[in-house]
Nanobody, 124 residues
Framework: VQLQASGGGLFQPGGSLRLTCVAS????????AGWWRQVPGKERVFVAA????????VYADSVKGRFTVSVDSGKNTVYLQMNNVKPEDTAYYYC??????????????????WGQGTLVTVSS
């Protein structure tokens, strides 16, 4: 499975953006799609995840109510809608794919597939 993320850039605090991750290859192996973020010099942390078939979504407390994850399995695409962004949301955002269910979505080691990062900078 190959994952290609896009949508990063420079955004103002309080603004909105949508990240997109397109999957290709053996996508039938994926059960969960997730978003993680990483500030250089710090660990990669969980943001959100959803089952590849849609339905169950899981969020980090820091983004709950502001970010929304969604999957369009027909297009092999997972989205992360980010609203009311804050400077502390600045990071490289990575999409990940897992052969495991969403119960394991907060564990980085349970992801087998990763896209390249897309940089989101929130600054006035």
């Amino acid at each position: 499975v190959q994952l290609q993320a896009s949508g990063g850039g420079l955004f103002q605090p309080g603004g909105s953006l949508r990240l997109t991750c397109v999957a290709s290859g053996r996508t039938f192996e994926m059960r969960t799609a997730g978003w993680w973020r990483q500030v250089p010099g710090k660990e990669r942390v969980f943001v959100a995840a959803m089952s590849w078939s849609g339905g169950t979504a899981v969020y980090a407390d820091s983004v709950k109510g502001r970010f929304t994850v969604s999957v369009d399995s027909g297009k092999n695409t997972v989205y992360l809608q980010m609203n009311n962004v804050k400077p502390e949301d600045t990071a490289y955002y990575y999409c990940g794919g897992s052969r495991h269910g969403t119960d394991w979505s907060r564990s980085q080691v349970m992801y087998q597939y990763w896209g390249q990062g897309t940089l989101v900078t929130v600054s006035s």
